[in-house]
């Protein structure tokens, strides 16, 4: 979200004959665009901008702005803890940042924007074959431990126009996959609920995949379920964060659903759309939990055999109400469960992927290959790398392989078409 959020933010400078350079040493403007989502996040923040203050003693009108949600908690703090900073705006307030250029320094704008989902920015996109498109704002779930709806506000939902006359712009600049940004896109409503807008977007010629993130499990429907089966562009794969097998945890964390909710929702997906990847999110030793909690967990990755997940060290944000609660664990303790399950998870995910091992698929070409430059890279359907022995230009292309080799995070295949 964010990434695309510094799109967006390009495109307003665009606007007004900025460019970009790889080099902050020759920068007029440096922007952070920062995240909150963890502790650590924001120290390395905090570390940067300390690195980047000589730069101004060089370049005496060199502006620096901070960005995203570290700016919306901290607002003014921000320039009190660092005076060389000389403005700070919330994801909010973005629409405005031509204006902050102009205006003098210290400026602080993290006001909450009511009109949000109304306002169409301009997005400068890097060339590629998969673009981000915002279809909703802010959240409403307020999970115990999350900043997100203190960051990011209550949600507001684009009109399915907007959204319509983004992709189908996306669609004539050549770009083939788009993946959609909420979130929790399954609360998406405006005139339409978000199957009626899958399956409005799911008519843009030119467009050959529709991804999203992320769906709230609590609100995944039926309908959802048959949206993704039956649409040819929704592609077979879903992130729905578990976030814990344990019920206790997952009360105290406010998700709103037990595990067997959960996992009665993998099993509706598994039924409607056969072979469907699953990936989901884990947060390691929440406040509270026992071994046997943390048991649970261990227990529903193996019964879930999820193609792969993020985990995380539960991080305390202040402000929030997990903050609050008794119980936090030392950071061995989270650390050791961490490891646990992400070790646990890696032989998982090897194993589903070697499922795929001589089997065929579709993958959509996205360039050389990061890892290794004798080879292209593209996706299969589900969201696997897959990389194959050529370097022709067939960016964009979807084409047939056969999986020769599986390993933990991509496939090595061969074409056949
Ligand atoms: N809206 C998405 C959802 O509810 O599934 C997730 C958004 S959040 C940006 C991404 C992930 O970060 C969450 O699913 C959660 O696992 C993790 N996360 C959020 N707050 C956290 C915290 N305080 N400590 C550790 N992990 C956290
Ligand atoms: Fe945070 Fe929960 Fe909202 Fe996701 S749904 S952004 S975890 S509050």
Redesign the pocket.
Known sequence: MNVHDTEKMFGVLKNIGYSNTDNPGKADLIIFNTCS??QKAEQKFYSELGRIKSYKKNRPNLRIAVAGCIAQREGKKIIKKASYVDFVFGPQNIHKLADFISSSNGTVAVSDNPYLALIDLPVQREAGVRAWVTIMYG?N?F?S????PYTRGREKSRPSEHIYAEVSEIAEKGYKEITLLG??VNSYQSDLNFPGLLKKLNRVGGIERIRFV?S?PKDLSPELADAIAELSKVCENIHL?L?SGSDNILKLMNRVYSYDIYRDKVILLREKVPGISITS???AGFPGETEEDHIRTTDALKEMQFDGI?A??????PG?A?AKIEGHLPENVKSERLAEILSLQDDITLRRNLLLENTQQEILIEGISDTDKSRLAGRTRTNKIVTIPETDKLRGAIIKVEIKKARKHSLEGIRLT
């Open positions: 989502i963890r959240c779930n999970c431990y999350c900043v997100v979130q929790n992320t709230h964060p976030q999110d884990i947060i993020f995380f060290k539960f991080s305390t944000r929030t997990a």
